[in-house]
């Protein structure tokens, strides 16, 4: 017997958990609070991600995930015990977890995902990857031998995979993400405006004038510290000042997707031609990337709604049939752990 049927999206800036029958029930930043003298962890998810950039020195405010994979075991571990426990409750029956891992995921790291989840009070641990996820999210039927294109931005990876029959036939990761747009904006500003700004300021500016576009003129006010007077100072810049930075993850971005582009069959390079590729993750938000995307590579691109919770809801979608696969067929894309 078991518990609930669990899915999550264990991402490297956001974690989102789907519970069969209630749908998306959390979605919570994956940060963590630990007190470096005790190592016991102070607070996870919204409440420690305010403190980013605030704690004293005994206090430091984590991302157990990095690039989509388990940087911090132990952590990552307390993490899905807390938000199992909370979504499961304390019930005799131990829940099924199906967890969404990055398509170019090693062994290893595939490993530390199992156990992980498995130590945290899993019965059974399915695994899938995004880009099946993130189609099943975006409303495609991959069932059919027809090509359909996903690129997934994450915060840590994009995940760029062409499928059919339900399995990728042609797929990358690439180390790009969220974070690392907010990374380039971080040294930008500093290298230009002589201006330390924190995690949780470039982030904002990502999120509000950050565009794929160099044309925008959005703007915003930042504060940070003055690196020539050690003061506070404030800055105000444009969508068109922090443009330069963005160039060079977008660019991997794009280029990743023509590699895809380049070595997909001929047969599924012309379906996708006809039906398009769809854009899902938060990085999808991001202004002008679709557009960007569409010019760049001559495939008309649409954005998924809600592209935020895509890989997280097409979780659901496979834990909703879990029963239908039988176990001897089960896809391919999903490996399973008893």
Known sequence: M?????GIDLGTANILVYVRGQGVVIHEPAVVALDVNTQKICAMGDQAREMIGRTPGNIRAIRPLNEGVIADFQITEEILKYF???????????????V????????VEK?????AASLAGAKEIYLVTE????????GLDISTPSGNMVVDIGGGTTDIAVISLGGEVVSESLRVGGSHFEETITRHIKRVHNLAIGDRTAENIKIEIACAYPNADKTMSIRGRD????????VEISSKDIFPALEEPINSIIDAIRRVLEITPPELAADIINKGMALTGGGALMGGMAELIQEKTGVPVLLAEEPLSCVVRGTGQVLESLDL??????VASYSKVK
Do not use: N, Q, W, Y
Request: aromatic share 4%; hydrophobic share 45%.
């Open 2 to 6: 078991f518990g609930k049927d669990i």
């Open 84 to 98: 199992i426990k909370k979504v499961a409750g304390r019930g005799i029956f131990r829940p099924r977890v199906m």
């Open 100 to 107: 969404c891992v990055p398509s170019g995921i090693t062994t």
């Open 111 to 115: 490993r530390a995902v199992l156990e």
């Open 131 to 138: 880009p099946i996820a993130a189609a099943l999210g975006c």
């Open 227 to 234: 690196l020539i007077t050690g003061l506070p100072a404030t």
């Open 325 to 330: 696969i039988s176990r001897d067929e089960v």
